[in-house]
């Protein structure tokens, strides 16, 4: 197949942006080019001021484009981590909603929601965000929507939750605009498992070493997600088991069947990596952090937070942000 297309899409990179996720959008779109032999996908590298970006890995990127200059764009996709900011928030992120207004299909992939949420162009889409930035996301943006799918398509806005999630993205593009066939392809070509679409949700950790979410049974599954809509409000182990229609013994029997933890242990430890997600994610204090996943105080919270992680939550942030140091300002402060 030859196309006459010329997709011209851009990836803003900000300081930190994930690697993995740029290189899982731009592979399959140049092997796709490749198979069909014309250049069906053409792409740029873009900064907010055209100057070099450095990646989380430590390697660093020479931008094609700066943001100005981005106007005759099909796509434009934002990698970052979640707490990247414009350095010119007022003119940058008004320059991306003009370029919207214009017809630019706008996007993110992990930490990249944030930015293009703070810029107001979310507002009124599903975003797909990834299972870590969960908590953090909901905390700053409680009025936008969000979904556990790898991947979200809502009209002219696309969001990957990840580096895998960005990879099947592009093999949806590479699908829409030269057929499932050439998609197929490049899926073989590195040997990538399964081709996933819109729908497919995110694996999580259980905190059990060998299983994930999805691996759960039912009724353990219907337990954690119950748990999960009841980390600000704690609920009782024994109105889980009614909700679920087994007895407490039998949850009880399930749970340290398939997690090794009890109901309630279980419900701790999703409560506390919770907290681990705002902690390392959003600029919330300690004491609205311990509010937000149903402790009293944080002293309390900081007790439990030592017990698991063997850490002070204030070091914990600390450590965090000596990689995430901007004009010698760290982000997020304490």
């Not at 490749?34 to 907010?48: D, G, H, P």
């Not at 969001?159 to 057929?179: H, M, P, V």
């Not at 399930?254 to 705002?278: C, E």
């Not at 509010?291 to 063997?310: E, M, Q, R, S």
Request: aromatic content about 8%; overall charge neutral.
């Amino acid at each position: 197949m030859i196309s006459n297309k010329n997709i011209q899409i851009g990836f803003l990179i900000f300081p930190g942006f994930p690697m993995a996720c740029l290189t899982s959008m731009i592979e399959p779109l140049r092997a796709a080019n490749e198979i069909v032999a014309s250049e069906t996908f053409s792409w740029k590298l873009v900064s907010e001021d055209g100057t070099r970006v450095e990646a989380s890995a430590k390697v660093w990127f020479e931008p094609d484009l700066q943001l100005e200059d981005c106007e005759r764009l099909d796509q434009l996709f934002l990698l970052s981590g979640p707490s990247s900011r414009f350095d010119n928030p007022t003119v940058s992120e008004g320059r991306l909603r003009k370029f919207a207004r214009h017809g630019v299909t706008m996007g993110a992939v992990s930490g990249g929601i944030f930015p293009l949420a703070r810029s107001g162009l979310l507002s009124g889409y599903t975003t797909s965000v990834h299972w870590c930035y969960e908590a953090a996301f909901a905390a700053e943006f409680p009025r936008l929507r969000a979904t556990e799918d790898v991947i979200m398509i809502d009209r002219n806005r696309l969001t990957a939750s990840g580096a895998a999630a960005a990879f099947d993205l592009s093999l949806l593009l590479i699908e829409e605009n030269l057929g499932p066939d050439v998609a197929t392809e490049v899926a073989c070509w590195f040997q990538h498992p399964l081709v996933r679409g819109q729908g497919v949700t995110q694996r999580k950790p259980t905190f059990a070493a060998e299983s994930t979410h999805d691996m759960l049974p039912p009724i353990v599954r219907q337990a954690v997600d119950i748990f999960a809509v009841h980390i600000e409000d704690p609920i009782n182990i024994s109105d889980v088991a009614d909700q679920v229609g087994v007895s407490v013994r039998q949850l009880e029997r399930m749970f340290h069947k398939t997690t090794g933890n009890t109901p309630g242990g279980y419900y701790k430890s999703l409560r506390i990596h919770k907290a681990r997600q705002l902690l390392l994610y959003s600029k919330d204090s300690m004491t609205q952090i311990a509010i937000a996943v149903g402790y009293a105080n944080a002293p309390t919270l900081c007790k439990k937070y030592i017990d698991v992680f063997g850490i002070h939550p204030a070091e914990d942030r600390k450590k965090i942000n000596m990689f995430r140091v901007r004009d010698n300002k760290i982000v997020p402060s304490a």
